[in-house]
Nanobody, 126 residues
Framework: QLQLVESGGGLVQPGGSLRLSCAAS????????IGWFRQAPGKGREGVSC????????YIADSVKGRFTIFTDTAKNSMYLEMNNLKPEDSAIYYC???????????????????WGQGTQVTVSS
């Protein structure tokens, strides 16, 4: 069984940066599909960025393109979301996810993912 634990959320001013971390345990992330979703109050869950570990496929939402980057550190069995030039509309709870089987055409669709972290709050405000 794979467990995911996020960290790194917090309060940041507009234009600032944060790095979210997600440590995996129980299984290695090799050959998993991984990603980050977010949910703001009153809104649906949004796929921010997803990727396949070891296969090179990546999805990034238009709303964060050029500002957010997803990457992994296999030695630490962890995934990360580097967030730059943050905007108030980026405020949400962010969840890391993983799945052993994902259709590439549905790489960043929430129902494709079996394993979810507990979530970490990101608030962008002056």
């Amino acid at each position: 069984q794979l467990q995911l634990v996020e960290s790194g959320g917090g309060l940041v001013q507009p234009g600032g940066s944060l790095r979210l971390s997600c440590a995996a345990s129980g299984r290695t992330l090799d050959h998993y599909a991984i990603g980050w979703f977010r949910q703001a109050p009153g809104k649906g869950r949004e796929g921010v960025s997803c990727a396949t570990v070891g296969f090179g496929s990546t999805y990034i939402a238009d709303s964060v393109k050029g500002r957010f980057t997803i990457f992994t550190d296999t030695a630490k069995n962890s995934m990360y979301l580097e967030m730059n030039n943050l905007k108030p509309e980026d405020s949400a709870i962010y969840y890391c996810v993983a799945s052993r089987r994902v259709l590439l055409s549905r790489l960043c669709v929430s129902t494709e993912y079996d394993y979810w972290g507990q979530g970490t709050q990101v608030t962008v405000s002056s």
